[in-house]
């Protein structure tokens, strides 16, 4: 299990649960930015997994200006530097396929770490050309829901994709909406050997004062009293399902 993470807590706790590698990111309500070098270098002290580490400077649609791919080149450099044990990277043209010349000068960088394309196949015009463009530009492994809003509901087409890439280095991880729940429908239908989730839980704030009026800072709803985070329990719930149902293949 593959468990994407945007606090220190949250990485100890994937760690503690079982989990055997980390995506970080920044901004999981939004689907993940690039983190900070600091959160990294930290991550590194306080865990033992690998740590790839999401390369995504905003968020939104996953068509970047020369400036925008300016800032990833620059924070894949800084974040190499500081010990990231590999990338998360995704970028489309304006018609929804891959950009294979952008990915190819990032993938460059990042080399002879392992390249992950994430979820922005699932945003793209044809998903099995798309995945074709992702073999050839040699990445290690892509993140998919299949193309759907999770990915229960897209596991006939991860099928596909794993059918597909069988005979190449790539795996094909399933990710969205993942729970203790639906894990073992997805591997059943899917045959995928790894996945990809957030296994989070909502605790509160440990600050004593909190204050009367409903100050928000931010354009979310939930609280500024109440912290997303990685439960060690949900991750070794779920890694205790998939150990099980690969056990039976």
């Not at 044990?85 to 190819?104: A, M, S």
């Not at 969205?176 to 050997?193: P, T, Y």
Request: glycine share 8%.
């Amino acid at each position: 299990m593959e468990v994407c993470v945007e606090s220190i807590e949250s990485g100890i706790n994937a760690e503690l649960g079982g989990a055997i590698r980390l995506e970080l990111c920044s901004d999981l309500v939004e689907g993940g930015t690039t983190p900070s070098v600091g959160m990294l270098e930290v991550m590194k002290e306080k865990t033992n997994i690998p740590i790839m580490v999401m390369l995504r400077p905003r968020a939104g649609d996953f068509y970047y200006s020369q400036d925008e791919l300016d800032v990833m080149k620059r924070d894949l450099l800084a974040l190499r530097q500081a010990g990231a044990d590999g990338f998360v990277l995704g970028i489309l043209n304006r018609d929804g396929t891959v950009n294979k010349e952008q990915c190819k000068e990032l993938i460059a960088m990042a080399s002879p770490l392992p390249v992950t394309f994430h979820r922005a196949i699932d945003m793209s015009s044809n998903i099995m050309t798309a995945l074709e463009d992702v073999i050839q530009l040699g990445c290690t492994r892509v993140l998919t829901s299949g193309q759907a809003t999770d990915a229960l509901q897209g596991a006939s087409v991860i099928k596909q994709m794993i059918d597909k890439a069988a005979g190449h280095q790539l795996s094909v991880m399933p990710g969205g909406g993942i729970n203790v729940n639906n894990l073992q429908k997805i591997l059943e239908i899917s045959g995928a050997r790894e996945f990809h989730g957030s296994a989070r839980e909502t605790r509160d704030s440990l600050m004593a004062f909190h204050t009367a009026s409903a100050v928000k800072m931010g354009g979310t709803s939930e609280s500024e009293f109440c912290i997303r985070v990685t439960s060690a329990s949900l991750v070794k719930q779920l890694v205790s399902i998939a150990t099980e149902h690969w056990a039976k293949e």
